[in-house]
T-cell receptor
Framework: DSGVTQTPKHLITATGQRVTLRCSPRSGDLSVYWYQQSLDQGLQFLIQYYNGEERAKGNILERFSAQQFPDLHSELNLSSLELGDSALYFC????????FGPGTRLTVL | GQNIDQPTEMTATEGAIVQINCTYQTSGFNGLFWYQQHAGEAPTFLSYNVLDGLEEKGRFSSFLSRSKGYSYLLLKELQMKDSASYLC???????????FGTGTRLTIIP
């Protein structure tokens, strides 16, 4: 158990819909990172927040957005969903290294 | 940009030793990480190298040569549960995000 929590574990939705993924970092960690992992693809960095502020951005689509709240939990919002958005979405928080949450498996039908 | 290469697949025998190589090209190198990932599960941290040399942790060791842009993960006394993907990742100065290779799928056979 990494100490990073993510909900929901699974999410099935239809194209065009909007979903919100939630992440709580390990106690004491200020940074949250979001990654996308599609089938047979490596982990792709989406975005990082540090203590409520956006710190770094990867190849995150304009349809995707994120925020980090004062209690340090983070939400990743995915809108106008397409079939290709089906993937595992991980968040991680960092101390000496990045520790990953269990992930949310998103299926877009 | 950054480029990280690792073999796509490897097979090894239970009880043996296997070495998984990773080469990288990046600017502002700040460290190299190895993660283990079982199918459908979260990556699990294995090791971190920032200086040249070998870091040993139980059955797993990781080596780094910064001048050659090269690392390897060495797994000894292989067990069936070691069948997983092994991900090499690089971090850079001024940016804490990790850039991952596509991973090496290791299959352990009896």
């Amino acid at each position: 158990d990494s100490g990073v929590t993510q909900t929901p574990k699974h999410l099935i939705t239809a194209t065009g819909q909007r979903v919100t993924l939630r992440c709580s970092p390990r106690s004491g960690d200020l940074s949250v990172y979001w990654y996308q992992q599609s089938l047979d693809q490596g982990l792709q960095f989406l975005i990082q927040y540090y203590n409520g502020e956006e710190r770094a951005k990867g190849n995150i689509l304009e349809r995707f957005s994120a925020q980090q709240f004062p209690d340090l939990h983070s939400e990743l919002n995915l809108s106008s969903l397409e079939l290709g958005d089906s993937a595992l979405y991980f968040c991680a928080s960092s101390g000496e290294s990045q520790f990953f949450g269990p992930g949310t498996r998103l299926t877009v039908l | 940009g950054q480029n990280i290469d690792q073999p796509t697949e490897m097979t090894a025998t239970e009880g043996a030793i296997v070495q998984i190589n990773c080469t990288y090209q990046t600017s502002g190198f700040n460290g190299l990480f190895w993660y283990q990932q079982h199918a459908g599960e979260a990556p699990t941290f294995l090791s971190y190298n920032v200086l040249d040399g070998l870091e040993e942790k139980g059955r797993f060791s990781s080596f780094l040569s910064r001048s050659k842009g090269y690392s390897y993960l060495l797994l000894k006394e292989l067990q069936m549960k070691d069948s997983a993907s092994y991900l090499c990742a690089v971090s850079n100065f001024g940016n804490e995000k990790l850039t991952f290779g596509t991973g090496t799928r290791l299959t352990i056979i009896p």
